[in-house]
């Protein structure tokens, strides 16, 4: 990696964490330039506007969730244990992502869904890609004789995610204790529904 791009990365790497803190409209050239050191010069080289910014800012974040859950869950055996990965993996991957302050894409979600403009087509094109990974994941455990062939994979996949998004709600806004816990759970009872008889739950 050339200096041009190491200092790239380094930008990026701090507008997703600021990002994480306190959403991507909080991302400009000054507060990136204060939370880097570097000038606000030198980070109009890298990015000529605070929309390219933000633009290039969620597409390393969703970079970064793709190397945490969904390159790692693919590496396991298809089928459930895959869909039970992709499932731990999305729970916990800011924590293992160094997010403490929880996901960016969720937050953009929020800031973005009734905005149109380059950052909700870039927001509707990432989510269009997990959410095709997930009916993938879904039809291979159909595939695999895990889940029943009668499945829907759109509507699992669905309901998969909307459970994830209920953990967001219940472990950040409410600070539920046990909003994993209860995730998992619903993910257990999810997959009873509609594995294939006399397969044990993980």
């Known amino acids: ?111 973005y869904d009734d905005r149109p403009g380059p950052m909700r087509e870039r927001l509707v094109k990432h989510y269009c890609e997990l959410q095709q990974a997930l009916v993938k994941a879904v039809r291979i455990a159909i595939d695999a004789g895990h889940l029943r062939p009668e499945v829907d994979a759109d509507q699992f996949a669905f309901d998969m995610f909307s459970i994830v998004l209920g953990y967001y709600h219940a472990a950040r806004l409410m600070d539920d204790s046990r909003a994993a816990e209860r995730a998992r759970n619903a993910f257990s009872r999810l997959i009873h529904e509609f594995e294939v008889s006399g397969r044990p739950l993980p």
Do not use: N, Y
């Not at 600021?18 to 204060?34: D, K, M, N, P, V």
């Not at 499932?87 to 403490?100: E, I, V």
């Not at 960016?104 to 979600?109: F, G, K, M």
């Open 1 to 111: 990696m050339g200096k041009g791009e190491h200092t790239r990365s380094v930008i990026l790497e701090a507008a997703v964490a600021q990002a994480s803190e306190a959403g991507f409209e909080s991302l400009t050239i000054g507060a990136l330039a204060e939370r880097t050191g570097l000038s606000k010069s030198g980070l109009f080289a890298h990015f000529g506007s605070r929309e390219e910014l933000q633009c290039a800012a969620i597409d390393t974040a969703a970079q970064r969730f793709a190397d945490t859950v969904m390159i790692p869950a693919f590496a396991v055996a298809r089928g459930l244990p895959r869909l039970w990965a992709m499932f731990d993996g999305w729970l916990g991957w800011t924590q293992r992502g160094g997010l403490s302050h929880g996901c960016p894409i969720h937050a953009a979600s929020v800031e």
